[in-house]
Each structure stands twice: as C-alpha cells, then as structure tokens.
C-alpha cells in the first residue's frame, strides 16, 4: 500500500482544461436553491462570488461512474486506492467579476499530492490548482484539496469538537433538507450518493443520515461574508474539518476584524461543534 501511495505522485504536474458558460438558468436556479429572492439575472450581470462553485462539473460517461458515484479515478485525478473521497477545503482569489453570458476557460494542474497519518488511519490529500479565465483575462485563481482516506474503525470514539474560532457577531442559520443537497448536487452534476441516497450513506459508507455536500457548506459560508462585509471579497481560505447531515441546523457565523479587512467565519453543527472555519479578506 505505502509503495501504491508514493506513486500517486507522478500525477503532480498533470494537466486540464476546460470550458464553460456563464448562463441564465443556472444563476436562477442556484438563487432559487440559496432561498434568495434575487431578481431575474441578465446578460452582463456580475456573478456573485462563491458562485463559480457551479461551474465545471466533472462530466463522464454513465459507464465510467464508480460504485460511490463519483468518476472513477485515474484520468486526472490520481488513482487513490482509498475508498473515501471528500472535499477538504480550498483557498480562493477574486481577480475579477465573471458576468452573466460569459465564455469561460477552466486551466487545472495537480500540484501536490501528500500522504499523512491521521486519528482515522492513512489519508492522501491531493490539491489542484485552477485558474478560471474569462474573456477579459484571469479572474478567479483557486487552490482545492480533495482528501481520500480509509474505512473508520467504528469503535474509534468521534473527534473532539473544535472550538469556536472567534465570536460571532454575523450569524445566519440554514436547516439544510434532502431536496436542497439533492438540487445543489444536480446544479453542480455531483453524483456523490452520500448526498442523496440514504441506504448507500447509512449502511455502506456507515454515516447516521445524508451528508451535507462541503461546497455548498462553503458557498453559505461566502454569502454570509458576501452580506455583511461592507467592501467586496478579494481572498477567502476555507476548511472542512466535520460532516454536517441533513435536517439538522447550521449556524453560519462571522467575526470581522476592527477595520473590516478581514473576517474570522466558522460553521456550526447543531451542537455547536465546528464543521468549516474560514478567513475572508475585503477589498
């Protein structure tokens, strides 16, 4: 196994590009899925930052799907022989506003790919760096981390709950349902069956309900900023530290800085544990 890991590294360096479309329908339909009563988006409007999450979906043939609804792995992503695969956290740099009608390029490149021990067992965290290129130049640069780890010993007690980095003074609480991952997850093409498919989650992957999916976590986490910051956000670095589960309730909270440059943002599960921590830079 440890020889496999180490040569998961020859992936560093690979390559991908793609393109996408700023449309109409989806602006609406990710709006209607925040429950925000935005107006009808137009040509030429800026998107929301936050809002890119939905696009470049990884899009492959039904027959190259694998048993946990993900593509499987081995074309640019390395092939992890790990069966969890989740998304950990990622840093994000607004250069400039995408607007509504754009043709967009997506330009990725793997840039590490690193093993660690952890409480849970081996875990490999493989990050992507992406520059997202509208036609007015760069726009978006973005580092992700995807970590893929083993079975959990279901005797291993769960990890101590993390503190509250801060205190909040921005607050805004979601109660996300089946029908809200099951909508975000088909806006972004997500077939990950830990966000839909309760038997698979339950009994397979040994989870007590549908997980929340870690984008959209993070996406309510810049809408907080985006409501409360009172210049636009330049730098957000956020991480994915516990699941979250269906109809249980999130607490978004926010703690900006004396100057309102900077923003200390964290999530809360429904007994107060943490499950993202972030930092938000303004403009």
């Given at each position: 196994?440890?020889?496999?890991?180490?040569?998961?590294?020859?992936?560093?360096?690979?390559?991908?590009?793609?393109?996408?479309?700023?449309?109409?329908?989806?602006?609406?339909?990710?709006?209607?899925?925040?429950?925000?009563?935005?107006?009808?988006?137009?040509?030429?409007?800026?998107?929301?930052?936050?809002?890119?999450?939905?696009?470049?979906?990884?899009?492959?043939?039904?027959?190259?799907?694998?048993?946990d609804g993900h593509p499987q792995r081995?074309?640019?992503?390395?092939?992890?022989?790990?069966?969890?695969?989740?998304?950990?956290?990622?840093?994000?740099?607004?250069?400039?506003?995408?607007?509504?009608?754009?043709?967009?390029?997506?330009?990725?490149?793997?840039?590490?790919?690193?093993?660690?021990?952890?409480?849970?067992?081996?875990?490999?965290?493989?990050?992507?760096?992406t520059d997202i290129i509208s036609p007015r130049g760069v726009a978006i640069s973005e580092e992700q981390d995807i970590v893929y780890r083993g079975e959990p010993d279901k005797n291993a007690p769960p990890p101590a709950p993390q503190p509250a980095p801060g205190k909040a003074v921005w607050t805004h609480q979601v109660t996300p349902d089946p029908v809200m991952?099951?909508?975000?997850?088909?806006?972004?093409f997500n077939g990950h069956r830990i966000h839909y498919d309760k038997p698979y989650v339950t009994g397979t992957e040994g989870y007590p309900d549908l997980i929340m999916n870690g984008g959209l976590t993070?996406?309510?986490?810049?809408?907080?900023?985006?409501?409360?910051?009172?210049?636009?956000?330049?730098?957000?670095?956020?991480?994915?530290?516990?699941?979250?589960?269906?109809?249980?309730?999130?607490t978004f909270c926010g703690e900006p800085s004396a100057d309102n440059k900077t923003a200390k943002l964290w999530a809360q599960d429904d007994t107060g544990a943490v499950a993202l921590s972030a930092e938000a830079e303004f403009v």
């Open positions: 196994m440890s020889a496999d890991l180490e040569s998961l590294k020859q992936w560093i360096g690979r390559t991908e590009t793609a393109v996408d479309y700023v449309t109409v329908p989806a602006v609406d339909r990710l709006s209607a899925t925040l429950d925000r009563d935005d107006a009808f988006p137009k040509i030429g409007d800026p998107l929301p930052v936050g809002w890119h999450a939905i696009l470049f979906p990884r899009v492959v043939r039904h027959s190259q799907i694998g048993p081995g074309d640019f992503l390395p092939p992890v022989p790990l069966p969890r695969r989740m998304f950990a956290g990622k840093r994000t740099t607004f250069i400039a506003p995408l607007l509504v009608g754009d043709e967009v390029h997506r330009q990725s490149e793997i840039q590490n790919v690193t093993i660690k021990e952890g409480r849970s067992g081996r875990m490999v965290f493989v990050t992507v760096k991952l099951f909508r975000y997850s088909a806006l972004t993070t996406l309510l986490t810049y809408e907080l900023a985006r409501a409360h910051g009172t210049t636009p956000i330049r730098f957000m670095s956020s991480r994915n530290v516990r699941a979250l589960f269906v109809n249980r309730t999130i």
